[in-house]
């Protein structure tokens, strides 16, 4: 089966990372899916946003927890990055807001929980509820750090795909995936080797390591016959399947 391509945040090499453009240029330039992070503001809206805090991707005097600020004051925020003088102000979009757009589209979409730092209470729940509701759950991959994010999804619901991110090399975690009832594994890149993708996919566990950016190691992967690389890049890894 041939190696499906993410665009990592979008595609964060060359636009703002999660954000409508880098969204609208993976979908551009024919990736297979992409893949986004998750926060919850103060008053429980699922906005799109890496990190935990806005320190490191909005522009201006902002500062501090997503955590403790409200929609309307992200919506205010510029997420432009580093990328301001080519594509100027970008917002923070809302999960509603990508999931509006992919009604336009077929891409995958991986979402990932970031609850490693902030325990956002009922995120999974809420995120579970929109993928229903909007007919997406066939197009969704969850994934996590945060392991136990991805078992109370498993408890909410039976169907949905779900894998576990790690950084570190772990013992047959095709074992360990299925112990959590998890449909795949979202490994850094530099951990993974054939033997454990081989046998991963052997027991019906999926591989998609991120964040393969170096044309040597995408190659690698798909010869390897990685389900997905999960990549800054999409445009080269798409060049590179085909």
């Known amino acids: 089966m041939r190696t499906?391509?993410?665009?990592?945040?979008?595609?964060?090499?060359?636009h703002p990372e999660n954000t409508m453009i880098a969204f609208k240029e993976a979908a551009k330039v024919g990736a297979d899916g992409i893949e986004l992070d998750i926060q919850m503001t103060k008053d429980g809206a699922i906005v799109v946003i890496h990190d935990e805090t806005v320190n490191r991707t909005t522009n201006g005097e902002n500062k501090g927890w997503i955590k403790d600020y409200t929609l309307s004051q992200i919506k205010k925020?510029?997420?432009?990055?580093?990328?301001?003088?080519k594509y100027g102000i970008c917002e923070i979009p809302t999960l509603e807001e990508v999931f509006n757009w992919a009604k336009t589209n077929q891409l995958?979409?991986?979402?990932?929980?970031?609850?490693g730092l902030v325990s956002?209470?009922?995120i999974e729940e809420k995120t579970l509820k929109m993928i229903y509701d909007y007919g997406m759950e066939d197009?969704?991959?969850?994934?996590s750090f945060n392991h136990y994010s991805l078992v109370k999804c498993r408890r909410i619901s039976r169907t949905i795909d779900l894998a576990i991110l790690y950084m570190e090399g772990l013992y047959e975690p095709w074992k360990y995936a299925k112990r959590?009832?998890?449909?795949?594994?979202?490994?850094?890149y530099q951990t993974i080797n054939q033997e454990v993708i081989v046998e991963s996919k052997r027991n019906g566990?999926?591989?998609?390591?991120?964040?393969?950016?170096?044309?040597?190691?995408m190659k690698q992967f798909i010869e390897f016959g990685c389900s997905a690389i999960i990549t800054d890049f999409p445009k080269k890894a798409k060049a590179l399947v085909k």
């Open 180 to 188: 959590l009832h998890t449909n795949g594994i979202h490994p850094y």
């Open 77 to 85: 925020m510029d997420v432009s990055y580093k990328f301001k003088d």
């Open 120 to 122: 956002y209470k009922g």
């Open 139 to 143: 197009r969704i991959v969850l994934s």
């Open 4 to 14: 499906k391509v993410f665009g990592h945040r979008g595609s964060a090499g060359t």
């Open 205 to 217: 566990i999926a591989v998609r390591p991120f964040t393969v950016n170096d044309e040597k190691k």
């Open 108 to 115: 995958l979409i991986n979402i990932e929980f970031k609850t």
